[in-house]
């Protein structure tokens, strides 16, 4: 598969390279607009990840062991052909996240103990030993939120109440900037988190438990498939609009 990009980059990123701006696709599912990135290889973070191979052959990310950004990245880079590596807490069978970064080739370094400060600390001492670049939290970076707001835009959509999943909150400003007058709602299935001007939800489920419901498409249950519930159970009137990052590990 080959991920088209643009030659123009949103504000703040390095250059003009492998930001995707292909409109995502969008079904309704209950009377809400859902906007399928689980349709897009990767997910939302392959739209903007390309940028951190910039100059750099290979990029680590320390990554929960159910998070999507680690299976993003692999992706990523194996369009490139670069290296992807992920620093990752140790787990006697490693979480399909994982092991479908590791198909597409990314290299996997297990930790224990796996407390996820430890395993940062393990990807910053692998960087500073080997050159690599490391890659934020979540991948927040400078120009995350821009790339995320074209993707939006692209779409057509004018919805009056946004919903989406926070993690590091990159989705969420994102959405925001894109469409200032909506009502946007961040279900939070991590850490604490705050999004200016955007009402919070916390998820009563921990980020490593999966949702008690099953959406009617394809999304990653630890994350999109937790906000969806929450999305049901407490949208407002007019249109509403659904932002699913990526689906289930393959």
Not at 196 to 206: I, R, V
Request: charged share 20%; net charge positive.
């Amino acid at each position: 598969m080959t991920l088209p990009v643009v030659t123009t980059a949103p504000q703040g990123a390095p250059h003009a390279l492998i930001v995707v701006t292909t409109a995502p696709q969008i079904t309704d599912h209950f009377g809400i607009r859902v906007v399928r990135d689980d349709l897009f290889p990767g997910g939302t973070k392959a739209r903007f990840a390309g940028q951190l191979f910039d100059g750099v052959d290979e990029v680590v990310y320390a990554s929960p062991a159910e998070g999507g950004a680690q299976t993003a990245l692999a992706i990523v880079a194996e369009q490139l052909g670069k290296r992807a590596t992920i620093f990752v807490a140790r787990r006697r069978v490693p979480h399909a996240r994982t092991l479908m970064a590791k198909a597409h080739g990314a290299k996997i370094f297990q930790v224990s103990p796996g407390y996820l400060s430890v395993v940062q600390a393990r990807a910053r001492r692998y960087c500073a030993a080997t050159g690599a670049r490391l890659a934020p939290f979540g991948f927040d970076l400078a120009w995350s939120t821009g790339a995320i707001s074209e993707a939006a835009l692209t779409t057509g959509e004018m919805p009056e109440e946004v919903w989406c999943a926070g993690g590091s909150g990159t989705l969420a400003r994102g959405l925001a900037k894109a469409w200032p007058r909506a009502r946007l709602n961040v279900v939070q299935v991590g850490r604490d988190l705050i999004v200016a001007g955007a009402a919070m939800h916390k998820h009563g489920l921990p980020f490593g438990a999966v949702a008690r419901t099953k959406p009617p498409f394809p999304s990653d249950p630890h994350y999109d498939a937790k906000a969806f519930e929450l999305c049901l159970a407490r949208h407002g009137p007019g249109k509403v609009l659904f932002w699913n990052v990526a689906g289930p590990a393959d």
